[in-house]
């Protein structure tokens, strides 16, 4: 979809902001001229996001190709406008790409015109909103394809887009390394491990900002088995390491001035005849032993060892983001 700043209209179909309508209603008073309500509700940016998201669902429905849109004003700025809605049609844009289907065809609308504001807002919001469409679409892959090698995989395409820094440890380094707790996790997975490690660098007087997110591909429960209803979706519980990529990817393409790394555990957690077994005993990177009384209890397992590698980096802060 492209977006620009442009105060005059070309064509495309003008949205008029109706205070005389209901908050979110709409109406056409002629073929290129799509009115939204506004009500008496006071104009905030979580309206903006409202009336844009509603934007996004009437073009699609009328296949409309291109809008005109008119800034708003109030407790924000135009640039605000902009960012909010570009970031929520941006993200409308996303569609789940079924495996073994064909692409689904492409939303209607191609183009969007502010009559005000300016072109960095737009980026910004694109930069977001393609932040959080990886995300989104590292978590909707199936857990055969989304493996922690898959997610290694995606760490060294971006490393290699911006140029980040990547480190991927394997088994062994971990081994050597004392994450015996993260590797109890992977013991009954065919599935190798990988601790991945991605750094991006742009401000030589601070410390960096360490985000961890959890990277478990799928999460059975090992041999504290989970129940079969709705297992489907553990392929969800590297959600924390979508996330963290995404963030990074956000990062990387605004080239803010900060220093951040971001740390995934990756690892899968099966039940099999060497998995980890309620009762076992493991010692983790800190030196601390560990009984499992519940193989289910994975995230901790996986996230204690992560912690103790981050101290290397001094961080000013480490945030850790699980599902």
């Not at 700025?77 to 409308?92: P, R």
């Not at 491990?193 to 090992?222: A, E, H, M």
């Not at 041999?223 to 990529?245: N, Q, R």
């Amino acid at each position: 979809m492209k977006f620009e700043i442009n105060s005059v209209k070309n064509g495309q179909t003008e949205v008029i902001f109706d205070a005389k309508l209901e908050l979110n209603k709409v109406e056409f008073s002629n073929k290129n001229d799509l009115h939204i309500g506004l009500g008496e509700e006071k104009i905030t940016l979580k309206v903006v996001k409202k009336l844009s998201l509603t934007l996004a669902q009437t073009a699609n429905k009328f296949n409309l190709k291109s809008l005109f849109i008119p800034v708003l004003s109030a407790d924000f700025s135009e640039n605000d406008f902009v960012f909010i809605a570009t970031q929520t049609l941006e993200n409308n844009n996303y569609q789940v790409q079924k495996i073994g289907l064909k692409p689904p065809p492409p939303n209607p609308l191609q183009t969007v015109i502010f009559s005000a504001g300016e072109q960095i807002s737009i980026s910004k919001a694109l930069a977001f909103a393609g932040g959080m469409g990886l995300a989104r679409g590292l978590g909707d892959l199936p857990s055969n394809i989304c493996t922690p090698s898959y997610l290694a995989d995606v760490a060294e395409d971006l490393a290699a887009e911006f140029g980040l820094e990547c480190e991927i440890l394997e088994q062994k380094d971990m081994a050597k390394l004392g994450m015996n707790s993260l590797l109890s996790v992977a013991k009954g997975s065919v599935e190798a491990p990988k601790f991945i490690t991605l750094s991006y660098k742009n401000n030589s007087n601070s410390k960096p900002i360490v985000l961890i997110g959890k990277g478990v591909t799928f999460d059975s429960g090992g041999i504290s088995l989970k129940p079969g209803t709705d297992m489907d979706e553990m392929k969800y519980d590297m959600c924390g390491a979508a996330a963290v990529l995404g963030t990074m990817q956000t990062i990387a393409r605004l080239k803010a001035k900060i220093n951040l790394t971001v740390v995934l555990p990756a690892v899968e957690n099966m039940p099999a005849h060497n998995a980890s077994k309620p009762g076992d005993v493991v010692k983790s990177m800190s030196g601390q032993t560990i009984e499992i009384l519940n193989t289910d209890a994975e995230g901790r397992l996986i996230l204690c060892d992560a912690l103790t590698f981050v101290k290397k980096f001094n961080p000013a802060a480490v945030i850790d983001v699980a599902t």
